[in-house]
């Protein structure tokens, strides 16, 4: 049996005893983390372990940090669970696991490392530059742009992290440069916000495809996972603090609050740090929150929100003037009948939201059938890169919404289509008609001589 099929069985009998309480539900909770990481493990020496990292950041979000929670609670009332944990767990343990069955019911692709290491093309440079500099364009755009144009903007805006995969495989002398000026917006926007977890998710996605470029044994492997880890859980422990200071226009330096933390406080794996690190991670307090409020004060929404966002995703504001507004602060206040403050916004994930559509029983279907059209939609993605290698760049720019646990599907299904349409018309734009290959294999591009020297260094990493 392979690991896909074993995990889909292993997800499978642990939702069955997870839906009858027969096990400890911590036991159970980290037991499908475990899976679902080693998935992620394993999946990341042949291909670009999307799904796995979705399957990943779901269960440590829905599962162990309630887990946390439940434990251990958190350093604000106002994230504590909300509900018992036999109920929380009896829905959310079977719910996750379908779902996470769902998103393995294609196999996994083993052809993207052949593809990875022999991406050669001189242009990938150049390309790059060009889809730098529209994502800055973009940006300076974005604020002055109208309704669905704005979206527009801010969907090309994400086109830096594109050039950034570029830049990284395009075998240029200064390719490290280029891509961590690329990244660098990214990094300035999250220092000036105190919000990491875009830079969490990118920064991550970028790391996986650099990890194709060089050679790696299973000490390497466990190392350059063990420094990730790491990397978040440092984030994760110093963001409240660093967060308050920044949101009350003080002095802040995120070096200082880690120095802080570590030398000063010596406090980097206290009982409250575990809290505040558990708490950033939990997802669950508001799924727990919907629980709670559903169907007991705001009754079931029978589908409403997911035929909105469907809606949402195929039909542009210009045209439906009344259609759902991402966000989540509507639906957030709505299911959860907790108040966020102005300028506020929370989303109550799709798992949330599949509770409060149509609640214990309907919602795990649910979560089962989105997990296998995710998948769907990701293999169509895929199998476009059998013919268009260089478009294996492009797949975080759709899939990035959805990676993420808390998301609420109005947003998923904006980006996925959206960032689908924009994805295409940009990688033809760009390959086919501004920048295209060259037609004679032997030609040579006006490219220094270590660009191309070092192009063939990645190729032969291996």
């Known amino acids: 049996m392979n690991f896909r099929l074993f995990s889909i069985s292993a997800y499978a009998v642990i939702g069955l005893l997870g839906s009858f309480q027969l096990l400890p539900n911590s036991t159970l909770a980290l037991a499908v983390f475990a899976v679902a990481f080693m998935s992620f493990y394993r999946g990341l020496d042949t291909h670009i372990p999307i799904l796995e990292i979705t399957a990943t950041i779901a269960s440590l979000q829905w599962l162990v940090g309630p887990v946390i929670g439940y434990a251990i609670g958190s350093t604000d009332i106002r994230y504590e669970m909300y509900v018992e944990e036999a109920r929380y767990f009896g829905f959310v343990l079977p719910a996750t696991c379908v779902f996470l069955i769902g ?11 052949d593809f990875l290491t022999k991406l050669s093309d001189n242009k990938l440079f150049y390309r790059g530059i060009a889809l730098f500099i529209i994502s800055l364009v973009a940006q300076y755009a974005y604020p002055y742009a109208p309704g669905s144009l704005a979206f527009l903007m801010k969907l090309l805006t994400q086109l830096r992290y594109v050039a950034a995969l570029y830049f990284l495989y395009s075998g240029h002398q200064r390719r490290y440069i280029y891509t961590g000026l690329a990244m660098s917006t990214l990094l300035l926007q999250s220092a000036e916000t105190a919000m990491f977890h875009d830079l969490i998710i990118w920064v991550s996605l970028v790391a996986c495809y650099w990890y194709h470029t060089m050679s790696w044994n299973p000490t390497k492997k466990a190392m350059f996972f063990a420094a990730g880890f790491f990397c978040v859980f440092t984030i994760q422990v110093i963001k409240a603090d660093y967060r308050s200071k920044v949101w009350a226009n003080q002095d802040a ?12 406080d010596h406090a980097f794996f206290d009982t ?9 991670i939990n997802q669950g307090w508001i799924i727990s929150a919907i629980m709670l409020h559903v169907p007991l004060v705001e ?13 949402s995703s195929i039909f542009p504001r210009a045209i439906m003037k ?14 959860t009948g907790l108040v966020l403050e102005q300028g506020t916004s929370m989303g109550t994930s799709i798992l ?8 214990g029983f309907g919602g795990a279907i649910f979560m089962f059938i ?6 769907f939609i990701y293999r169509i993605a895929v199998t476009y890169t059998h013919k268009e ?4 760049f492009w797949l975080p720019f759709i899939f990035y919404q959805s990676i993420k646990a808390e998301t609420e599907l109005v947003v998923v299904l904006n980006q996925l289509t959206k960032g689908a349409i924009v994805a295409f018309v940009a990688y033809i734009g760009l390959h086919k008609f501004l920048m295209p290959e060259a037609d004679d294999p032997d030609e040579i591009e006006d490219y220094d001589e270590d660009t191309e020297e070092n192009t063939r260094s990645v190729s032969q990493a291996h």
Do not use: M
């Open 103 to 113: 998103l393995a019911l294609f196999p996994y692709e083993t052809h993207q490392k």
């Open 253 to 264: 330096s995120i070096v200082a609050a880690v120095y802080d933390k570590v030398f000063v």
């Open 272 to 280: 409250q740090t575990l809290k505040a690190a558990g708490q950033r």
């Open 299 to 311: 009754p079931h929404a029978e589908g409403e929100t997911v035929k909105e966002a469907i809606i």
């Open 322 to 335: 009344n259609k759902a507004e991402a966000g989540g602060k509507k639906n957030f206040e709505r299911f």
């Open 352 to 359: 949330g939201e599949a509770y409060a559509n149509y609640a």
């Open 370 to 375: 989105w997990g296998g059209v995710y998948a």
């Open 389 to 392: 290698a260089i478009f294996i």
